[in-house]
């Protein structure tokens, strides 16, 4: 059997952290336990921060007066963001391909 929610349970959830090393983390599952909503709960978390920063990021980058150290950790939390928010579109873009390739007949 190919396709379906079947293949998306056999390869597993990317999950929103990393296990050791940095490596991915991935659920096997039907998406209705603990783990998946944690995950999704972590998900909604990242994509709110992320929001945030950007909105902190606006502000500050108004200011006529924003020091190199200031900057050097705004771009240091906007990557991790970043880095975040693509976990959670490759995530999210991996469980909702379609059954039989990329496009549709």
Same mark, same amino acid.
């Given at each position: 059997m190919?396709?379906?929610?079947?293949?998306?349970?056999?390869a597993?959830?990317?999950?929103?952290?990393?296990?050791?090393?940095? &490596?991915?983390?991935?659920?096997v599952?039907d998406?209705?336990?603990y783990?998946?909503?944690l995950a999704?709960?972590?998900?909604?978390?990242?994509i709110?921060?992320?929001d945030? %920063?950007?909105g902190?990021?606006?502000?500050? %980058?108004?200011?006529?007066?924003?020091?190199?150290?200031?900057?050097?950790?705004?771009? &240091? &939390?906007l =990557?991790? =963001?970043l880095?975040?928010?693509?976990?959670?579109?490759?995530s &999210?873009?991996?469980?909702?391909?379609?059954? =039989?390739?990329?496009?549709p007949?």
């Amino acid at each position: 059997m190919t396709g379906g929610a079947r293949d998306c349970a056999v390869a597993g959830r990317l999950l929103p952290w990393t296990g050791t090393e940095g &490596r991915p983390c991935y659920l096997v599952g039907d998406g209705t336990g603990y783990v998946s909503r944690l995950a999704d709960e972590i998900e909604d978390v990242q994509i709110d921060m992320a929001d945030q %920063l950007l909105g902190h990021a606006a502000e500050l %980058l108004a200011e006529r007066r924003v020091t190199g150290a200031e900057l050097h950790y705004l771009a &240091r &939390r906007l =990557s991790e =963001s970043l880095r975040d928010v693509k976990r959670v579109a490759e995530s &999210r873009g991996a469980r909702l391909a379609p059954e =039989s390739g990329p496009w549709p007949g």
